[in-house]
């Protein structure tokens, strides 16, 4: 078995919690990808959605665009 994989194994056994705060150290590692988003650009994009000015993705479809 692979690292990623070893990894990937001993992740999905982690607690919601636990594996948010890997993420967000996995993302903060991650120095030159654009994922940031400020306050103001999440609240913005909450109050379309809530609008209806755009509409969500399933979590099928954001798997899909992701390439998964």
Same mark, same amino acid.
């Given at each position: 078995?692979?690292? !990623?994989? /070893? ?8 607690? #919601? ?8 150290? #996995? #993302? /903060? =590692? ?6 940031? !988003?400020? /306050? ?6 909450? /109050?379309? #959605?809530?609008? =209806?000015? !755009?509409? *969500? ?9 992701? *390439?998964?």
């Amino acid at each position: 078995m692979s690292q !990623v994989s /070893d990894i990937r194994q001993a992740a999905s056994r982690l607690s #919601l919690e636990e594996r948010a705060e890997l993420a967000v150290f #996995l #993302l /903060d =590692g991650l120095e030159d990808a654009p994922h940031h !988003v400020t /306050d103001e650009e999440a609240l913005r994009r909450r /109050d379309e #959605l809530v609008s =209806g000015a !755009v509409s *969500g993705l399933s979590r099928e479809e954001f798997r899909k665009a992701c *390439g998964r």
